[in-house]
Nanobody, 117 residues
Framework: QVQLVESGGGLVQPGGSLRLSCAASGSIFSLNAMGWYRQAPGKQRELVAT???????NYADSVKGRFTISRDNAKNTVYLQMNSLKPDDTAVYYCHVRTFPDGKNYWGNGTLVTVSS
């Protein structure tokens, strides 16, 4: 079993920045995919950014150039640096990991990001 602990959410003004962190612990041999998804009120959960074990990255078009995903494999931690935040970025942000070699998926409980003046 894998536990995910997210941190870094909060209230920020438009144009501001936040950094989300997600630390994985438990029975981990290796983590393959790590990423962030978000769900705004009344909307479906959507991909924000992902990174795999080879450190390639994938971003939603809406966050390209503003958000940066990174990972520290030694700490089993994934980060999301969010800059130039907009009110449309307001959502609950969920951490996701997929373990190797069993391919199981795990989700965090979510951290709320509110962008408002």
């Amino acid at each position: 079993q894998v536990q995910l602990v997210e941190s870094g959410g909060g209230l920020v003004q438009p144009g501001g920045s936040l950094r989300l962190s997600c630390a994985a612990s438990g029975s981990i041999f290796s983590l393959n995919a790590m990423g962030w998804y978000r769900q705004a009120p009344g909307k479906q959960r959507e991909l924000v950014a992902t990174t795999n074990s080879g450190s390639s990255t994938n971003y939603a078009d809406s966050v390209k150039g503003r958000f940066t995903i990174s990972r520290d494999n030694a700490k089993n931690t994934v980060y999301l640096q969010m800059n130039s935040l907009k009110p449309d970025d307001t959502a609950v942000y969920y951490c996701h990991v997929r373990t190797f070699p069993d391919g199981k998926n795990y989700w965090g409980n979510g951290t709320l990001v509110t962008v408002s003046s």
